[in-house]
């Protein structure tokens, strides 16, 4: 079983940055494809980053390649997501979750998730 906490979450300004932090409570952490979703109101909850159990493949969806950069510190248990260039749009509850295997975008395919951090970008 592995617990997963989302923190770094906060208000900011168009522009501005934000790092959330994806803490894990188990070692087999370090064996696990991780993921970051995001979810607005009314909308169904979308990939935005993933990252192998390795760190060394990454995968984005084009909404936010070239602004968010995910990373992992197996030695820490935690994955970060670095974002940048922030819209109002990248408004949203952030998630991480895990699955064992490859890095894929499908919400379902993932077995653990976290309890998600609000982000919210104002105009």
């Known amino acids: 079983q592995v617990q997963l906490v989302e923190s770094g979450g906060g208000l900011v300004q168009a522009g501005g940055s934000l790092r959330l932090s994806c803490a894990a409570s188990?070692?087999?952490?370090?064996?696990?494809?991780v993921g970051w979703f995001r979810q607005a109101p009314g909308k169904e909850r979308e990939f935005v980053a993933g990252?192998?159990?390795?760190?060394?493949?990454?995968l984005y969806a084009d909404s936010v390649k070239g602004r968010f950069t995910i990373s992992r510190d197996n030695a820490k248990n935690t994955v970060y997501l670095q974002m940048n260039s922030l819209k109002p749009e990248d408004t949203a509850v952030y998630y991480c979750?895990?699955?064992?295997?490859?890095?894929?975008?499908?919400?379902?395919?993932?077995?653990?998730w976290g309890q998600g951090t609000q982000v919210t970008v104002s105009s």
């Open positions: 979750a895990a699955r064992n295997g490859i890095v894929v975008k499908p919400p379902v395919s993932y077995s653990y």
């Open positions: 188990a070692r087999t952490f370090s064996d696990a494809a």
């Open positions: 990252v192998s159990w390795s760190g060394r493949a990454t």
